[in-house]
């Protein structure tokens, strides 16, 4: 029983670190969108690729 409660709470930390992740993501996109800079739109290639990595060793 303990085991689960366990791999419940590794989960939900699992599953905040993408949404917060994702969050990030959304914020540079929306920045890129905005300014229509290289650097911004860089930016917001870095948080995906970010989010991507996390979310592949979550899901593999």
Avoid: H
Wanted: with cysteine; hydrophobic share 50%; proline share 2%.
């Amino acid at each position: 029983m303990g085991e689960i409660v366990f791999l419940d709470v590794v989960q939900r930390k699992k599953s905040e670190n993408l949404q917060t992740l994702w969050d990030a993501y959304v914020e540079a996109r929306a920045r890129c969108e905005k300014s229509l800079s290289m650097e911004d739109g860089m930016a917001a290639g870095r948080a995906w690729a970010a989010w991507l990595d996390a979310f592949r060793a979550v899901y593999p």
